[in-house]
């Protein structure tokens, strides 16, 4: 089975960046959609990024449009969620995961991700 590593995570005052990095081993990313979901704190996940099988096309949710920005590298197998100026409310436990080939309304459609990595820790706070 494919399997997702996360790691970048940490605590960043407001107005920081993080970068988190999704790795993926046994399996090529290179035919899944890949998708960064979050989930706070006795809150529900919800979907913050998508980014298709070729890279050229993305979306994000409301929240993160125009902060966010993911990328992936599918010869070295790795998918980035480039974090700007980080917010309080971004505090969550973000995790990847991988849905086959190309998915349409990915931020709805978190049953459609079949692999997930563990998940990986920012904290925002001042």
């Known amino acids: 089975q494919l399997q997702l590593v996360e790691s970048g995570g940490g605590l960043v005052q407001p107005g920081e960046s993080l970068r988190l990095s999704c790795a993926a081993s046994?399996?090529?990313?290179?035919?899944?959609?890949i998708g960064w979901f979050r989930q706070a704190p006795g809150k529900e996940r919800e979907g913050v990024s998508c980014?298709?099988?070729?890279?050229?096309?993305?979306v994000y949710a409301d929240s993160v449009k125009g902060r966010f920005t993911i990328s992936r590298d599918n010869a070295r197998n790795l998918v980035y969620l480039y974090m700007n100026n980080l917010k309080p409310e971004d505090t969550a436990v973000y995790s990847c995961a991988a849905a086959e080939g190309d998915r349409l309304n990915c931020l709805y459609r978190e049953n459609d991700f079949g692999q997930w990595g563990q998940g990986t820790q920012v904290s925002v706070s001042s």
């Open positions: 980014v298709s099988t070729s890279g050229r096309s993305t």
């Open positions: 046994r399996f090529t990313l290179e035919h899944y959609t």
